[in-house]
């Protein structure tokens, strides 16, 4: 499988200025073509990098916040090639399909009658994609109530994605035995805040879940002040787990071996453009 970040920011501020793009996270292998929390920039971002958003059969909202779902809409119908195939999963949080708590709902009904299938997440929901790939999914603590994490279930072993939570209990053995683990970490070092992942809280999950590589991304206005970098090799100075600050467009490759390239290739002239 193979990871691509069209984002790594997170929060109002970085998302508000694109200090980090919010294009979300793709997962892409066995022939599955998976978006997860397309916020804004996602429809741009997957096509400036070759990432074509109509080979897409799922599309993953894990809460109804902005910097997660803007594009849910354009992927769906990228997904669907225009409305004119029946084809692909939306996997949304409830807020995704209805209102929760005064949380959306954020996908439109013509958008949800577009989609092939809608699955609404919750805790262990699961559902089977090509080539016994499996999405499930568990319920975190955040502010819109509904909001879910997910594991992504791949014969290369299981890739784990938080969302925006707060640190729980029970958040380790949710993510149990992931190889990869993405994690929202909105917040650095001593800084923590009700609903997001801080560095420190970072290091609390790791420390449990002891996954081969760990990879911090969502970063907020302060966290990227206090650099990612310095927070990442903080974290792995105290679990011994090997850690890394997402950068955009980097890539991780999931088989025998995990392998990372942070480069930005094609992206590169488009950026300097802006
Ligand atoms: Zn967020
Ligand atoms: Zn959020």
Known sequence: MEISFLGTGGGRFTTLFQKRYTGGIRVDGLDNYIHIDPGPGALLLSNKTGLTPVLLNAVVLSHAHPDHYTDVEALIEAMTKAGTRDRGVLLSSRSGVECVDGFGPVISRYHRNMAGDVKVLDDDVSVELKNNVLIKSFRVKHSDPSSC???????????????????????????????????????????????????????????????????????????????????????????????????????VKVEEEIRITKKQSKILDFKSNL
């Open 149 to 251: 994490g997910v594991v992504i279930g791949t014969p290369d072993g299981d890739i784990g994605y938080t969302g925006d939570t707060t640190y729980f209990s029970d958040l380790p053995n949710k993510l149990r035995g992931v190889r990869v683990l993405i994690m929202n970490v909105t917040r650095p070092l001593n800084s923590d805040i009700t609903y997001h992942l801080s560095t420190n809280e970072a290091i609390r999950l790791i420390s449990k879940v002891e996954p081969e590589l760990a990879i911090m991304t969502h970063f907020g206005y302060n966290m990227l002040e206090s650099g990612v970098e310095e927070q990442a090799s903080v974290v792995e100075g105290e679990t011994g787990v090997n850690t890394i600050a997402a950068r955009d467009f980097m890539k």
